[in-house]
């Protein structure tokens, strides 16, 4: 389902609005939402050079756990077994440039993709490292492993900033993530994920869901069976005398919240917003592509999505129901090589590949950028149980379409693809190139409450890959 996650504004007799409305029957079905603020655009800046505004919109593909960068896009063919790992590579369509066996697909699409090698955080914690990949701050301190949101980490994440800077399009929101939320064992949410002291106005709205489903749908986004079109109406009508009363209470904050009612119920009403999740109108052909998986699916999704006018989707793949705590998702500490070649290469491969040729059919690669990320990468030496660990300290990502020099790799690894010789990237570089691909400069300002300014990233493009 989607969350809007914010914060409750009280009332005066120490009652939320939120609880209010939900004692009056209005909240079942999305008119009681207190925590959510009218989103403000931001005019983008003059062209700062290559690249610049390429993009209309984003797709970032986030592989929780930390996908190995020796088996992906970092091979060391040449090392001893214990650092090569059990896999070969191959030759990409991209001259001398060669990865992982295990990503064939992938490969044939090179010339569409750039290759970062060095990106860098020093930080072994999944939390910590993935809240400064997620939003370009570092996190205070490193290396800090279950960390919580809030204060002092609780920097927009990039796909807020993206909400907050170009706004909502329609009734669907500017950014969206799916189809999970990130969380380390016990369920222990990750910060950076959130807008979190820009405000509750630009949070990436979350769609719980698993759109490979038999029965996928999006509760909110369709009237329950049993309020019918009139009974809506009548509700609409009892909320506005509810509005009434509040307004003699806080005018300010009530006029936010009735807007965001409003879109709500715009929300459900919308055809095109019901087309959007409509993945059965995809071919078998298509879906069958991407692959049919939760992963692969949620791919396809994002792409109906950004085709619908949301400015970024972020596509976690968290973990599966067969994953266990010693190696869920990609952080394979154990069975690394089992791990790869079964439950996570062959889905990656097949939904990435498709996502790319699927844009590119469609005319849309040109004017969308691909992130693909993780938190970091594993370590060099595989361990006892057949696993790599965490590894911070150089780790491999790869960015795609609008605004980027497909064939392209920036940066190297020493010869165990431990640390980096050359072309560190760290997040804000990243975050920055992000920001300008879509038309955004780094030092674009953000305000906090207290009207102080901060620039939506302390990083620089990286000009080599534009």
């Given at each position: 389902?989607?969350?809007f996650?914010?914060?409750?504004?009280?009332?005066?007799?120490g009652i939320?609005?939120?609880?209010?409305?939900?004692l009056?029957?209005?909240?079942?079905?999305?008119?009681?939402?207190?925590?959510?603020?009218?989103?403000?655009?931001?005019?983008?800046?003059?062209?700062?050079?290559?690249g610049f505004g390429?993009?209309?919109?984003?797709?970032?593909?986030?592989?929780?756990?930390?996908p190995?960068q020796?088996?992906t896009?970092?091979?060391k063919?040449?090392?001893?077994?214990?650092?090569?790992g059990?896999?070969?590579t191959?030759?990409?369509?991209?001259?001398g440039?060669h990865?992982?066996?295990?990503?064939?697909?992938?490969?044939?699409?090179?010339?569409?993709?750039a290759?970062?090698?060095?990106?860098?955080?020093?930080?072994?914690?999944?939390?910590?490292?993935?809240?400064w990949?997620?939003?370009?701050?570092?996190?205070?301190?490193k290396?800090k492993?279950?960390?919580l949101?809030g204060?002092?980490n609780?920097?927009?994440?990039m796909?807020?900033?993206?909400?907050?800077?170009?706004?909502?399009?329609?009734?669907l929101?500017?950014?969206v993530?799916?189809?999970?939320?990130?969380?380390?064992?016990?369920?222990?949410v990750?910060?950076?994920?959130?807008a979190g002291?820009?405000?509750?106005?630009?949070d990436p709205?979350?769609?719980s869901?698993?759109?490979?489903?038999?029965d996928?749908h999006?509760?909110?986004?369709?009237?329950?069976?049993?309020?019918?079109?009139d009974?809506?109406?009548?509700?609409?009508?009892?909320q506005?005398?509810?509005n009434?009363?509040?307004?003699?209470?806080?005018?300010?904050?009530?006029?936010?919240?009735?807007?965001?009612?409003?879109?709500?119920?715009?929300?459900?009403?919308?055809?095109?917003?019901q087309q959007a999740f409509?993945?059965?109108?995809?071919?078998?052909?298509?879906?069958?592509r991407?692959g049919?998986?939760r992963f692969?699916?949620?791919v396809l999704?994002?792409?109906?999505?950004?085709?619908?006018?949301?400015?970024?989707?972020?596509?976690?793949?968290t973990?599966w129901?067969?994953?266990?705590?010693?190696?869920?998702?990609?952080?394979t500490h154990?069975?690394?090589?089992?791990?790869?070649?079964h439950s996570?290469?062959?889905?990656?491969?097949?939904?990435?590949?498709?996502?790319?040729?699927?844009?590119?059919?469609?005319?849309?690669?040109?004017?969308?950028?691909?992130?693909?990320?993780?938190?970091?990468?594993?370590?060099p030496?595989?361990n006892a149980k057949?696993?790599?660990?965490?590894w911070?300290h150089?780790?491999?990502a790869?960015?795609?379409?609008g605004?980027?020099?497909?064939?392209a790799?920036?940066?190297?690894?020493?010869?165990?693809?431990?640390?980096?010789?050359d072309?560190?990237?760290?997040?804000?570089?990243?975050?920055?190139?992000?920001?300008?691909?879509?038309?955004?400069?780094?030092?674009?300002?953000?305000?906090?409450?207290?009207?102080?300014?901060?620039?939506?990233?302390?990083g620089?493009?990286?000009?080599?890959?534009?």
């Open positions: 389902m989607i969350s996650r914010g914060r409750q504004t009280t009332l005066c007799d939320s609005r939120r609880e209010w409305m939900r009056g029957g209005l909240g079942a079905f999305g008119l009681g939402l207190p925590d959510l603020m009218k989103a403000r655009g931001n005019e983008a800046p003059a062209n700062k050079g290559a390429r993009a209309k919109n984003c797709i970032v593909l986030f592989m929780l756990g930390g190995p020796h088996e896009w970092d091979p063919p040449n090392s001893p077994s214990e650092i090569r059990d896999f070969g191959i030759a990409s369509a991209t001259p440039l990865v992982g066996e295990l990503m064939p697909r992938t490969a044939s699409l090179t010339n569409d993709i290759v970062l090698r060095a990106m860098a955080t020093d930080d072994n914690a999944h939390s910590s490292s993935g809240y990949m997620l939003t370009g701050y570092p996190h205070s301190p290396n492993e279950n960390a949101p204060f002092p609780d920097w927009p994440s796909a807020a900033v993206v909400r907050h800077l170009k706004g909502d399009q329609g009734s929101p500017g950014s993530r799916l189809p999970e939320e990130i969380w380390n064992t016990g369920h222990i990750w910060p950076g994920q959130d002291w820009l405000g509750a106005h630009a709205w979350m769609v869901c698993d759109p490979n489903d038999k996928f999006i509760p909110d986004i369709a009237l329950p069976t049993h309020i019918s079109p009974r809506l109406g009548q509700r609409r009508e009892l506005k005398l509810m009434r009363h509040f307004d003699r209470l806080d005018d300010a904050n009530l006029d936010r919240w009735s807007t965001w009612q409003t879109k709500a119920v715009d929300l459900m009403r919308d055809q095109s917003t409509n993945i059965d109108s995809e071919s078998d052909e298509v879906r069958d991407y049919r998986n692969g699916q949620s999704l994002s792409r109906r999505l950004i085709e619908s006018g949301v400015s970024l989707v972020q596509v976690n793949w973990r129901e067969s994953d266990e705590n010693v190696a869920p998702a990609w952080d154990a069975k690394n090589s089992e791990r790869l070649k996570l290469m062959p889905p990656m491969d097949q939904a990435y590949s498709a996502l790319l040729e699927d844009l590119k059919h469609r005319g849309l690669l040109e004017e969308t950028l691909v992130v693909w990320m993780g938190e970091f990468g594993r370590s030496k595989i057949g696993g790599r660990d965490h911070g150089v780790f491999s790869a960015l795609a379409g605004g980027v020099q497909g064939g790799v920036y940066g190297q690894s020493d010869q165990q693809g431990g640390y980096p010789l072309g560190r990237v760290e997040p804000q570089d990243l975050t920055a190139t992000v920001f300008h691909c879509l038309g955004f400069d780094p030092e674009t300002e953000l305000r906090d409450r207290l009207n102080r300014p901060f620039p939506i990233s302390k620089h493009p990286i000009r080599s890959i534009l």
